[in-house]
């Protein structure tokens, strides 16, 4: 039996402050989500009675402190069903994750005459470390533009694969547009072609269903834990095992080693590879936290409420005159990106907060989009399980007024 | 002609008759809706504040050992900054721009425009007012 998600709005404690003597509308989730009472109790209870350091220490606070980190690591597999927990390297978030897969795919396995191909649609953050690494290595660095409507086209990805392509990295929802992509299409394309797939889920994993690496088949799926109602400096970079044991390590030091001499060094098994130094222990308590917080909800009823709140948002904001909603893909989730004619989104995001609506404004790190779409930026609503719809009135309500402030 | 600090005292005093955000803001952006657009062909890189998330022109003439500037921006909010900034500086002696105190933006609660927000730039106009405050002085010496 799942809890109804309608009654999660009192599990999150920020939600019932006031900002600027408002009630808080919190619709920045895009950018971090805000923390359940359980997750927020995970962490003081870890300082409180067992904060040790994990692995190898013989003491009853190390062994408690590694059997609940390795347990959260458990977790993590479990919701995204990896095939081993061993899957799951422990990161600070979605773009170390990415550096990570960038770094070491980049060192084993790309080539000069390489070729490497991200979509239009990525978040910096998915963008710049393979154009870096291609700058590094001589490879090719090659977009996969997004069409009109803010989507990718499988026909036009079809045509982009050669011999020499080897890996394609996308997101699952586009930090920018909200945009869902057809992964079920676009991986079994890859593989088709002999290419592994990265999968940016920053923006997914906490609102899709389809977030089973195994039936997506992606090679690598990274995703940040503070964007999923867990802590920040947590993240995840699940990789299919066959791909693990073929990387060299990100990093080097304690924690990732087997034997160390003056002529030999040999590595830890996995995940521990990747896992060098002192780990993120109450970062990674608190995502197993939130892992069991999202358990309690169906996926799928889940995903239905955010959507049907995003259509109530998509149909609220298309009433209003002058409003420019970006992007019109078939499948969209969360995201509201939006400008009003003859107002600055920095101007619209600063006065919707006196009115203690939060949203985001700016370029939202996707530059190659605003570019696309010659705009300077947008204003960003973006959703979370908590939201409701008085908060998409509360904002819509926030924008009239704003138009009304500055259109005199 | 006033000091900047006995300008910023009747700003402070005009504010200080402001009962809630919305009425701050609200004449912030009367006070930027009172400058006079700027020609589009000054809006160049020349005259482009760096380092703010809305796009800030100033154009500067030194007269004097004096400097004065207009200023433009595509943000109302920003505009209305600027134009608190040209009523504070407009016309003040080149070495008054190197010690203007900036408490001011705070008393009046636009604090989040200062400093450590990098895409809000009050700092950054400020900072590009200072260079040109400090050739006009240079501009004198010589």
Redesign the interface.
């Known amino acids: 039996m799942s809890t109804p998600i309608s009654a999660a709005r009192a599990d999150f404690p920020i939600l019932s402050t006031w900002i600027?003597?408002h009630p808080l509308v919190y619709l920045d989730n895009a950018a971090t989500t805000q923390k359940p009472q359980v997750v927020i109790d995970s962490l003081r209870d870890y300082y409180s009675f067992v904060n040790s350091n994990v692995h190898r220490g013989g003491h009853t606070l190390a062994v408690r402190a590694t059997d609940m980190y390795e347990a959260a690591r458990e977790k993590v597999a479990r919701f995204i069903n990896a095939a081993h927990a061993h899957e799951i390297i422990f990161t600070r978030g979605t773009t170390e994750s990415i550096n990570l897969a960038a770094s070491s795919f980049g060192e084993a396995f790309v080539h000069p005459g390489d070729e490497i191909i991200v979509s239009q649609l990525e978040h910096h953050s998915n963008y710049v470390p393979w154009f870096e690494l291609c700058q590094r290595k001589g490879a090719r660095f090659r977009v996969l533009p997004f069409t009109p409507t803010g989507e990718l086209d499988p026909e036009v990805l079809q045509g982009m694969f050669t011999e020499k392509t080897r890996l394609l990295a996308l997101n699952q929802v586009s930090n920018s547009l909200g945009t869902v992509n057809p992964l079920e299409t676009l991986i079994p394309l890859a593989h088709a072609a002999g290419v592994p797939v990265l999968v940016d889920a920053a923006q997914s994993v906490q609102h899709l269903a389809a977030r089973d690496v195994q039936t997506l088949d992606a090679d690598f799926y990274a995703f940040s834990g503070h964007k999923m109602y867990a802590p920040m400096g947590i993240g995840v970079l699940y990789a299919k095992e066959s791909w693990l044991e073929k990387l060299p390590p990100f990093l080097y030091g304690g924690e990732m080693i087997d034997q160390v001499s003056s002529t030999r060094v040999t590595f830890a098994q996995l995940p521990h590879k990747f896992e060098a130094g002192t780990p993120n222990v109450e970062g990674a308590i608190g995502l197993g936290a939130a892992v069991d917080y999202l358990n309690q909800f169906d996926p799928q009823e889940l995903q239905t409420y955010e959507e049907d709140l995003l259509a109530y948002g998509i149909s609220q904001l298309r009433a209003i005159p002058g409003l420019t909603l970006y992007g019109n893909p078939k499948h969209r989730s969360s995201i509201l990106p939006f400008n009003v004619e003859g107002i600055?989104h920095?101007?619209m995001g600063?006065?919707l907060d006196?009115?203690g609506v939060a949203v985001r404004?700016?370029q939202h790190c996707t530059q190659p989009i605003m570019d696309a779409l010659s705009i300077?930026?947008t204003v960003r609503a973006s959703l979370a399980l908590y939201n409701n719809r008085d908060d998409i009135d509360a904002l819509t309500r926030g924008i009239r007024r704003v138009i009304k402030?500055?259109k005199? | 002609m006033q000091t900047t600090a006995e300008i910023a005292a009747q700003i402070s005093a005009e504010f200080s008759l402001l009962e809630n955000w919305e009425e701050k803001y609200d004449y912030l952006i009367e006070k930027g809706q009172s400058l006079p657009d700027m020609p589009k062909d000054l809006k160049d890189d020349e005259h482009l504040v760096k380092g703010c998330q809305s796009s800030v022109w100033f154009v500067t003439e030194c007269r004097e050992g004096s400097l004065y500037f207009q200023a433009d921006s595509d943000s109302l909010i920003v505009k209305g900054l600027a134009a608190l900034l040209q009523e504070l500086l407009n016309g003040q002696p080149a070495e008054a721009y190197q010690n203007v105190d900036l408490s001011l933006f705070e008393t009046l609660g636009f604090w989040r425009h200062l400093s450590s927000q990098r895409s809000n730039g009050l700092t950054a106009m400020v900072s590009f007012l200072k260079t040109a405050a400090g050739d006009c002085a240079a501009q004198r010496g010589e």
């Open positions: 600027n003597d600055q920095y101007d600063i006065l006196t009115s404004t700016g300077s930026g402030m500055l005199r």
